[in-house]
Structures are given as C-alpha cells and as structure tokens.
C-alpha cells in the first residue's frame, strides 16, 4: 500500500480518537485506512516508563510547543498549551488518568443538542472499550482494547487524605467512573504491565497489524482538499515535498482542539471574515469554527512533609537509574508507579447537575528531583491538592495568525473572563485547605507553603489564583456537535455545510465533562466509528 494514492478513508491526526478510528474502521478489510501524524513515532523510553512523564513535560518533549496569548485576567501570562506531537498524540505524554466525567455531561450534552449523547447512550461504547482490573459489571467493561487499573501507590498519605475529606463532607467512592462519582476515590489510570497503555498501544498498533491500516509519522497535513463544498483528499508536506492523497469515502479531523479548526480555516472552512482577513478564500462559512474553546482552569495549594514520603526514597539516584532500568525492560518497579494516589470530586452547590470541582492529589512536591548522599541533598518533601474549575462560563477562541500552515495558531484562552469562574475555584481552593488542616492530616502536613498562612481573604485568595492557576491540560470544544445554530458538526460529527468531511477530536465536544478529557474524546471516536460503519448504535444502557 505504500504507493497507494487512494484510500477509502484518511484520518488526519494519531492522537487519541485517530487510533481508535483506525482501529474500529479497519477492522473490515475492505477498508483502506491512511492516518497521518505531524509528530514522530512514539518510541522514546520515556513514554512508555509512566514516570518519564516529569521529564517530558520538563523538556517539552513531543509537544506541539503552543502557549496561549497574555490573559489579562492572570496578571499578563503566558500559559502554557502542551498538546502531544507523536503518535499517540496526547495519549502519549498525558498523565494517564482515566476519567469518564459524570453521568450528568452526556445528559447536558443531549439536552442542549447533541442527541443520542446522553449517559444512557454513550455507557455502552466506554463499556466496550476498556478492560477494567475490577472485572465486566454494570458500569465497567472486561474486554475492550483499553487497560485500566487502580493507582498502585503505597503512600499512606493517601488513606489521612481520605479521612480529611469524609471530615470535610466528601465522602468515598469506590469507583468514580461507576455508579457515583462523587468523593474521593482512589485514581485509574492507562497502565497496563507496568508501561503507559496510550491510544497507540492499545488501538493503532493492533490496527496497523491487520495490514489494511497504513501510518506515515513526521508528516503535516496543510489543507482539505476540496470540490465545491466536498471533501476529496487532503495534501501534506512530508521532507520538504508536498503530495495530495484522495478519499474514495471520507476525510476525518483528528488533529485536536488547535490544529483541527486550523485545518478548517486554512481549507476555507471558518469564519468567512476572519478568513478573508488572513487572504484564504471562504469556502463554507462556518462562523463558529474556533470559537467555544473551553480549558479546565486549576491551582495547588502545598504543604511540607515533616517525615518524607516513600517517593522520596525512591528519588535517591542510584535507586531511580535501577528503576529506569527495571520499568524500560520488564515493566516492573518504582518507575511504573507515579506519585499520585487519589482523585476527588464534588459540587459547590447541591442543586448541580454534574460536578464542578475536581480534585487533584499529588504525593510529593512540585520541584521533586533526583538526589545522592554526599552530592546533592535530598529537597523537602511535601504534597499538593489541585482544585480544578471543571466547568468554566468564560470562552475562547483559536485563530490563524495567517494562511501559513506552518504558523502556529493564536490561543486566546480567556480564563476568568466571567466572573463566576473566579468564584467557583475559590471555592474549591477553600475546602482544599480545609481538608488539608483536619486533624487526620497534622502527623503528614508541615507547614503550607502555598499559598500560605498569610492568604486568607478572598481577595488575597484570589490575587494567588491569577497569579499561579494553570491550566489542566483538557482544552476542548472549538468544533462543537449539537443541532443549535452554533454548532459546527451535526451529531455524528459531520461538518455542516460539507460532505465527506468529518471530525472526531476534542474539539467536537460541545462542552466540557467532569474531569480529564481523554476518556471521552475515546468514547466519541467508539460512537461515531458506528456511524461510519454503517452499524446500528449499541442499545442504550438501562437503569443508567
């Protein structure tokens, strides 16, 4: 197939929904599938070794390197926009957190538009996709592609935090992406035999193996190639040349929530002004393409540990190179275990539908580096609780800064631009410290080092929110699914206004969910791989 300039179906994009994408539509194999990924492969150590994450993020590596523009509201910063540049996309380089969102997202999702979206709809594909350590039961599936697995840390950290929270109002769940997810619950993660289980190892790679799934890496999809309004290939610069590939069936956008409405604009799909002001020819004006951008907002109240936690010890040079080693050949070890143990969740008002604060646990402290006796010192311990603003008011945007499709895009975040984002993290920085000064914790907190006893008002809480908050890592929503007139896909995630032309990315999320995004940016590509196909929709599940 390597000279083949036809394919029945071209997948722009091996992140997350790209892979399972070529997974499910290449299990017919009549189907010929190209995915193109921008990034390398993804056979750097580091990826594989759950705790090589610190390093990459460190280094930036294999990352498209976006920052969004200065946000006024954060006191003119920068913040940093890492998205994966690799196959596996983000797969790659995330946490690894595996988060459903709760039942009450898909419910909103169908109820503002984006019919066939509720919980009861989607329970059945994030069922089929994973094998759950716990085993098959209502909520959780035991023979999908994707591994999941309980937190293997043995910080006793975690069972005072656990008390903390019941002392403060939040309960326990025994598994957040079951029946309930509200309270503190031990995390889960893409883990699988000590290594990271991203969307490449768990879809592309069995795909590829079938023999009518075909991978070019290193390569930047340019523009949608299009007849009129329909989509009949896509043209890519790979080593300097450029080369058009057609679709015999279909062209899908898999590029995630930046690259994907900047493919749209440079194809002439986007706002008609905005694109003639960047000198490209409208060719379906879409208004709202790059609009709606949503990101998931969060800051980290610390403390010091007045006796060091166990990662510690694991930090001291020579113990981490023999871990390094022990992850990287047999998957085994300290190195496959990262600091982090717990997940929390919880409403600021009782009367919401869904959640709106995430909590997010972290074992050691932010600085954590490696350490020898007699070389360099050990760093003082601590921990941190990172209460996150899962569903923001405030929008932004995503724009071409000009018709090069070698240009970064500009990211216009917004954060904090509607006052009750403000309000509503406060909040979630106040229980934090709350849950963080109960008595359970006082043998494992020191002093809190941040934001520190003197921050006690709301404005001065605030002013350390705009000056510290980051963000998540979970933008999403600039090409959103619904039938409202601000929706840029129809609910199978077909661009309105073409043919033959598809997205299936975070971006097409109409808002965001409860937590981390990855699980449901892999359950949009399970549904809408249905559609593709032709196949009925798995029946909705009952008693959901």
């Avoid at 019941?166 to 993660?189: I, P, V």
């Amino acid at each position: 197939m390597a000279g083949t300039k036809e394919y029945d179906y071209i997948i722009v994009g091996a992140g997350s929904a790209g892979c399972v994408l070529a997974y499910r539509l290449g299990a017919d194999p009549n189907n010929r599938i190209l995915v193109l990924e921008a990034g390398g492969p993804d056979t750097d150590p580091l990826i594989h070794i759950p705790l090589g994450l610190g390093k990459m993020h460190e280094k930036r590596a294999h990352d498209w390197g976006y920052d969004a523009e200065p946000e006024e509201t954060l006191n003119g910063r920068e913040i940093e926009a890492m998205r994966g540049k690799v196959v596996g996309g983000s797969s790659s380089i995330n946490v690894m957190a595996y988060v459903r969102g709760h039942r009450g997202d898909y419910d909103r999702w169908a109820a503002n538009g984006a019919t066939g979206w509720s919980y009861a709809d989607v329970l059945p594909y994030f069922r089929r996709m994973e094998t759950w350590e716990g085993g098959e039961d209502t909520w959780r599936g035991g023979e999908g592609p994707l591994q999941t697995q309980t937190a293997r840390s043995t910080d006793p950290l975690w069972e005072s935090w656990i008390e903390a929270g019941k002392a403060t109002g939040l309960g326990f769940t025994e598994d957040y992406n079951g029946e309930t997810q509200e309270g503190l619950g031990r995390s889960q993660s893409t883990i699988y035999q000590g290594r990271r289980h991203s969307a490449a190892r768990a879809f592309l790679r069995p795909a590829i193996r079938r023999g009518n799934v075909t991978l070019q890496d290193s390569t930047l999809v340019t523009r949608v190639e299009m007849d009129g309004n329909r989509a009949t290939g896509i043209a890519y610069s790979r080593l300097g040349k450029t080369e058009i590939v057609h679709a015999a069936k279909e062209v899908i956008l898999s590029g995630g929530v930046f690259n994907t409405p900047q493919l749209l604009m440079l194809s002439g799909i986007g706002p008609a002004d905005h694109l003639n002001d960047v000198g490209i020819e409208p060719v379906v004006d879409s208004p709202y393409v790059g609009k709606n951008l949503q990101d998931h907002l969060a800051v980290q109240p610390t403390a010091s540990r007045p006796n060091p936690g166990p990662f510690r010890d694991v930090m001291r040079f020579d113990r981490m190179a023999l871990s390094i080693v022990r992850a990287h050949l047999f998957g085994s070890g300290p190195a496959t275990v990262l600091p982090g143990g717990l997940h929390g969740f919880m409403k600021t008002k009782s009367d919401l539908a869904a959640t709106d604060i995430q909590f997010l646990f972290r074992g050691a402290p932010g600085n954590a580096y490696m350490w020898f006796p007699g070389i360099k010192p050990a760093y003082t311990d601590g921990f941190g609780l990172r209460p996150v603003l899962l569903h923001p008011e405030s929008r932004g945007e995503v724009l071409l800064r000009s018709a090069d499709p070698f240009d970064k895009v500009r990211i216009i975040q917004n954060f904090l631009d509607v006052p009750g984002d403000l309000e509503t993290l406060r909040t979630g920085v106040k229980v934090a410290r709350e849950m963080m000064h109960q008595p359970a914790m006082d043998e494992m907190r020191g002093t809190e080092t941040a934001p520190g006893d003197s921050v006690k008002s709301d404005t001065e809480i605030d002013d350390w929110i705009r000056r510290t908050a980051v963000t998540a890592h979970h933008p999403s929503c600039t090409t959103p699914m619904g039938t409202n007139d601000e929706a840029v896909l129809d609910t199978e995630c077909r661009v309105k206004g073409a043919e033959n032309l598809r997205v299936v990315d975070a971006s097409a999320m109409p808002d965001l969910v409860s937590g981390n995004i990855h699980a449901a940016v892999l359950v949009i590509a399970e549904k809408v791989s249905d559609h593709i196909l032709g196949k009925p929709y798995l029946p909705t599940a009952r008693n959901a």
